[in-house]
């Protein structure tokens, strides 16, 4: 492989994907629930605007008063993620269940505030609404309601399907 070609997108999207891989079975082995994908909330179908990471120098920047490109494009993106939380709240469980199958109420609100912020009524709201469309899935070991989105549990239902019909 020539040094060329690892800049390339395919190459990109191999790295990525054999660093989830890695990530995700040591995030198994350690016993936690959340796994890592390479894949973009386009292929998720998260219907959320990405980020972009920034790096210290952004965060230098920023302490110092100053204004860095990329954290002010963040800002951005979370306004507009917001209001399009805020047009379509159950977004949010399209978000969790890309990255774990199921969710508790506690994660629920945890990633409803990343996404909101603080504003405790619409955080309230924002909950009410996903829990409303959410669907409980059974009690995890802890004794908490486990839920899950309605397009994952359509992912699922497809796979038992079409497992089904390798079998027979």
């Known amino acids: 492989l020539k040094d060329r070609e690892i800049c390339m997108k395919r190459e990109l999207l191999k790295t990525r994907s054999l660093w989830a891989e890695k990530a995700n079975f040591y995030l198994e082995r350690d016993g936690h629930e959340i796994r890592i994908t390479e894949k973009s909330f386009l292929d998720l179908g998260v219907n959320l605007i990405p980020t972009k990471h920034h ?19 963040n800002e951005h993106v979370f306004d507009q993620n917001q209001h399009n939380i805020e047009l379509n709240p159950t977004i949010i469980l399209d978000d969790i269940t890309s990255k774990q199958a199921t969710f508790s109420q506690n994660h629920l609100l945890k990633e409803i505030q990343k996404r909101i912020g603080d504003d405790t009524n619409r ?12 669907i409980p899935v059974g009690i995890h070991v802890d004794g908490f309601i486990r839920y899950t989105s309605a397009s994952y549990q359509k992912i699922e239902e497809a796979a038992i399907s079409l497992l089904s019909e390798v079998k027979e």
Do not use: H, M, P
Not at 123 to 134: R, S
């Open 123 to 134: 955080i309230q709201w924002v909950f009410e609404k996903c829990l409303e469309a959410a």
């Open 55 to 73: 790096g210290w120098y952004a965060d230098k920047l920023t302490n110092e008063g100053k204004s860095s490109r990329i954290i002010v494009e």
